[in-house]
T-cell receptor, first 110, second 112 residues
Framework: KQEVTQIPAALSVPEGENLVLNCSFT??????LQWFRQDPGKGLTSLLL?????REQTSGRLNASLDKSSGRSTLYIAASQPGDSATYLCARFGNEKLTFGTGTRLTIIP | EADIYQTPRYLVIGTGKKITLECSQTMGHDKMYWYQQDPGMELHLIHY???????EKGDLSSESTVSRIRTEHFPLTLESARPSHTSQYLC???????????FGPGTRLTVL
């Protein structure tokens, strides 16, 4: 069974700190990995997409890395802000489907 | 900015009613998806489509049905709603080759 795990399930950090969210997956036959943000009761916003041939992608204060051999991806958020508070989901795309992790609920403390 | 729309955003109905959740996208994407998400839980794929007249069942068994008569439109229908159908339903679309999925705002369904 293809599984995606995100640790920790919840994280609280003071404003301004840098932080790392972790994602691991069991199947190395990965086409791409996508990071999303979900605000309470809302849909998903795509943050970054890493193709299997890539090692990392950057957008503003966000940087995502992909290590297929170890089955891991990380999302690095620099200089965190209260507006970054949300649930962050990673999802691996393989066999024509996205498989989601359960997410990390991030709270930035002003 | 992803152009994918879902209506209604919120729906409260009684048991036994037939409902259709609408999803439309203006990006010309061939692939479209429906996911179900219970509060605090992970998303599960219930239906997907590769294009017009293509529909496939996802990983999670669902009593809903879908149709894809037009590229931009992928409605989901429940013939007889039950309280167990209470959940959030998310629609997404993607382009062949890139496979980056864009999501709509979701429909929160409550069946009494």
């Amino acid at each position: 069974k293809q599984e995606v795990t995100q640790i920790p399930a919840a994280l609280s950090v003071p404003e301004g700190e840098n932080l790392v969210l972790n994602c691991s997956f069991t199947d190395s036959a990965i086409y791409n990995l996508q990071w999303f943000r979900q605000d309470p009761g809302k849909g998903l916003t795509s943050l970054l997409l890493i193709q299997s041939s890539q090692r990392e992608q950057t957008s503003g204060r966000l940087n995502a890395s992909l290590d297929k051999s170890s089955g891991r991806s990380t999302l690095y958020i620099a200089a965190s802000q209260p507006g970054d508070s949300a649930t962050y989901l990673c999802a691996r795309f393989g066999n024509e489907k996205l498989t989601f992790g359960t997410g990390t609920r991030l709270t930035i403390i002003p | 900015e992803a152009d994918i729309y879902q209506t209604p955003r919120y729906l409260v109905i009684g048991t036994g009613k037939k409902i259709t959740l609408e999803c439309s996208q203006t990006m010309g994407h061939d692939k479209m998806y429906w996911y179900q998400q219970d509060p605090g839980m992970e998303l599960h794929l219930i239906h997907y489509s590769y294009g017009v007249n293509s529909t496939e069942k996802g990983d999670l068994s669902s009593e809903s049905t879908v149709s894809r008569i037009r590229t931009e439109h992928f409605p989901l229908t429940l013939e007889s709603a039950r309280p167990s159908h209470t959940s959030q339903y998310l629609c997404a679309s993607s382009e062949y080759g890139v496979n980056e999925q864009f999501f709509g705002p979701g429909t929160r369904l409550t069946v009494l």
